[in-house]
């Protein structure tokens, strides 16, 4: 059983405490493979303790399943370790009983969602449960199995996204993967066998090369080293581009970890040097992060033996939030403080809690039950977040502000095009309604109706703005069409010679007709000049005129008009 990592924390912590008391009240219940049951709470204890979650989190997780397994109650919690322990407590064994899909009941859904908001350090929690579950997923029942990691990849590891545990997410989708999608598993794993150890192979070969390049540029990184992508990722992009795993550039990228964000793109520069960089592949996520908070530069280059590799480049905090998301940010603003580089457990006798924890509480206090507690969020880790459902319970996040419209173009642009109307739980809503979380949101469409212009103005999301723009251009692209053509060109071919432009505009101001713009081209040989002159669109009589004049001036060869835009 994992029980070193209890050694690193101070003797007379709360925490030994928990784990007493969970050995005894689990001590008649084993787990599928046969281990004592309190190994499943001392592992979730262990990662949250690794994530730098704070003492009270930690025991609240060694205890998380008491209530739930064992003949103890809620009650028992709170006399022996307190109100805020009993608050998580309470709210893991909440969670445990929310089962999705296969819960029709969407008030269920909205309580899930906003008890994990209530307090984050319950779903991070039950993250870490989740994580265990899944490592040892093997052993359960086959029904349950399926249940369990389809609910993983649903709900849990989207939500470790969000909060920006991007290696947690990425395990969790991966440990997900076999059980949900069993034979695109057995063959992702069969096609890349080979592909893997080969590109690592060749990454490995350039990290050196790299290296030295940097160095000789006065950079001096931290870390030049290859990562895999993960299997889930690789199988969800490969469904965008064709199952072509030609068109995956980053089966295996590159990755640098440099000391300052200067020094990212000094790096940047060395490697475009050093290869070519593939058009339209840099991206900057340093500049313009991504939603949950991901940091880092990424290019793809023409590497030796002109092969294409990504490279990513970022600093070593960039690095470790993208990495561990929420916790590791909190922990950075603890570790500012206490000087030594890793964040090391705060024991009782440390009144100082890691700042997040109080940050946390702080939410809780000002925002349980109340609507505005997204206002709060917002600014913080769900940075911009509303979570609304559709009727089938799909679970679709939008940009706080977002409306019915926004919705109805995340679903499909078609769907936001035809759009004229929305419910909200039930009840018909303007289109500039502002959704909330929880809101169940139906759309009404009307086949070949057209975007408003005015929507412009009301959606907050990117992409539904990006798909008015589109439809109303379309729109304007074929009632210029009917409109037809904007101007006339005349054409005169004549013998070069001085004077001629002169004839030309007198002509047509003789005619009283403007010109809009004028030019001559003289030929290679010196022999011969082309003059055009624009005009408005003039009627049909009035051309005849003007042509049969333009011809006579002296040394016109040729004549000629047509219609243009
Ligand atoms: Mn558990």
């Known amino acids: 059983m994992a029980t070193e990592w209890l050694q690193e924390i101070p003797k007379e912590s709360i925490v030994h405490k928990a784990y007493a008391f969970a050995l005894d009240a689990h001590k008649n219940e084993t787990r599928m493979n046969g281990?004592?049951?309190?190994?499943?709470?001392?592992?979730?204890?262990?990662?949250?303790?690794?994530?730098?979650?704070?003492?009270?989190?930690?025991?609240?997780?060694?205890?998380?399943?008491?209530?739930?397994?064992?003949?103890?109650?809620?009650?028992?919690?709170?006399?022996?370790?307190?109100?805020?322990?009993?608050?998580?407590?309470?709210?893991?064994?909440?969670?445990?009983?929310?089962?999705?899909?296969?819960?029709?009941?969407?008030?269920?859904?909205?309580?899930?969602i906003i008890s994990f908001s209530e307090d984050l350090r319950v779903l991070i929690i039950k993250l870490a449960d989740r994580l265990h579950n899944m490592r040892t997923l093997e052993h359960l029942p086959k029904e349950r199995q399926e249940r369990f990691a389809w609910e993983t990849m649903e709900i849990y590891a989207?939500?470790?996204?969000?909060?920006?545990?991007?290696?947690?997410?990425?395990?969790?989708?991966?440990?997900?993967?076999?059980?949900?999608?069993?034979?695109?598993?057995?063959?992702?794993?069969?096609?890349?066998?080979?592909?893997?150890?080969?590109?690592?192979?060749?990454?490995?070969?350039?990290?050196?090369?790299i290296t030295r390049e940097l160095e000789k540029n006065g950079i001096y990184p931290i870390h030049v080293d290859s990562r895999a992508k993960r299997y889930f990722s690789l199988y969800r992009k490969l469904l965008r581009y064709d199952m072509d795993f030609s068109k995956i550039y980053d089966l295996v990228a590159l990755r640098i970890i440099?000391?300052?964000?200067?020094?990212?793109?000094?790096?940047?520069?060395?490697?475009?040097?050093?290869?070519?960089?593939?058009?339209?592949?840099?991206?900057?996520?340093?500049?313009?992060?991504?939603?949950?908070?991901?940091?880092?530069?990424?290019?793809?280059?023409?590497?030796?033996?002109?092969?294409?590799?990504?490279?990513?480049?970022?600093?070593?905090?960039?690095?470790?939030?993208?990495?561990?998301?929420?916790?590791?940010?909190?922990?950075?603003?603890?570790?500012k403080n206490s000087k030594k580089r890793k964040a090391k457990w705060k024991g009782v006798e440390d009144k100082k809690e890691l700042a997040w924890v109080s940050q946390l509480r702080n939410w809780q206090e000002n925002f349980t039950g109340e609507p505005e507690f997204l206002e709060d969020l917002k600014t913080n880790f769900f940075k911009d977040r509303v979570f609304v459902l559709?009727?089938?319970?799909?679970?679709?996040?939008?940009?706080?502000?977002?409306?019915?419209?926004?919705?109805?173009?995340?679903i499909h642009s078609d769907v936001g095009d035809q759009c004229v109307g929305a419910k909200v739980n039930g009840n018909i809503v303007p289109l500039e309604y502002e959704l909330h979380s929880g809101d169940v949101v139906e759309i009404v469409t009307q086949r070949g109706k057209k975007p408003s212009e005015s929507w412009l103005s009301i959606v907050k999301t990117v992409g539904?703005?990006?798909?008015?723009?589109?439809?109303?251009?379309a729109g304007r692209r074929i009632l210029r069409k009917k409109a037809g053509p904007a101007a006339i060109e005349f054409k005169a071919v004549t013998v070069d010679r001085p004077g001629y432009l002169k004839?030309?505009?007198?002509?047509?101001?003789?005619?009283?007709?403007?010109?809009?713009?004028?030019?001559?081209?003289?030929?290679?040989?010196?022999?011969?000049?082309?003059?055009?002159?624009r005009t408005g669109i003039l009627p049909q009589q009035k051309i005849e005129k003007l042509l049969v004049k333009l011809k006579k001036i002296t040394g016109t060869r040729e004549v000629s008009h047509r219609f243009v835009q």
């Open 503 to 533: 004839d030309v505009t007198s002509t047509f101001a003789n005619s009283k007709t403007n010109i809009i713009s004028l030019s001559s081209q003289v030929d290679s040989r010196m022999k011969f000049a082309t003059v055009t002159a």
């Open 390 to 410: 559709t009727p089938e319970n799909d679970i679709i996040d939008l940009t706080v502000g977002a409306t019915p419209i926004d919705f109805a173009y995340r």
């Open 464 to 473: 539904a703005k990006k798909h008015i723009r589109n439809a109303l251009n």
């Open 258 to 335: 440099t000391k300052t964000v200067t020094e990212c793109y000094a790096a940047l520069g060395v490697v475009h040097q050093l290869w070519q960089p593939f058009p339209n592949r840099f991206k900057d996520y340093i500049a313009r992060p991504k939603a949950n908070g991901y940091r880092s530069l990424h290019t793809t280059v023409f590497c030796i033996d002109s092969r294409i590799l990504e490279v990513q480049i970022r600093t070593e905090e960039m690095h470790e939030e993208n990495e561990l998301g929420i916790a590791a940010h909190w922990a950075y603003e603890q570790v």
């Open 35 to 112: 281990d004592p049951y309190v190994s499943h709470c001392l592992e979730v204890g262990k990662t949250c303790f690794e994530w730098h979650l704070g003492e009270i989190a930690v025991t609240a997780a060694l205890l998380h399943d008491v209530v739930e397994n064992t003949g103890f109650t809620i009650h028992d919690i709170k006399k022996n370790f307190g109100d805020e322990i009993a608050f998580l407590v309470e709210g893991l064994t909440k969670l445990e009983h929310f089962q999705y899909p296969s819960d029709p009941d969407v008030e269920n859904l909205r309580k899930f």
């Open 158 to 209: 989207p939500l470790a996204y969000r909060l920006g545990m991007q290696r947690l997410s990425g395990e969790l989708d991966d440990l997900a993967f076999p059980y949900v999608h069993p034979e695109e598993y057995k063959w992702l794993l069969k096609e890349t066998k080979g592909d893997y150890a080969e590109r690592q192979e060749y990454a490995q070969k350039v990290v050196p090369i």
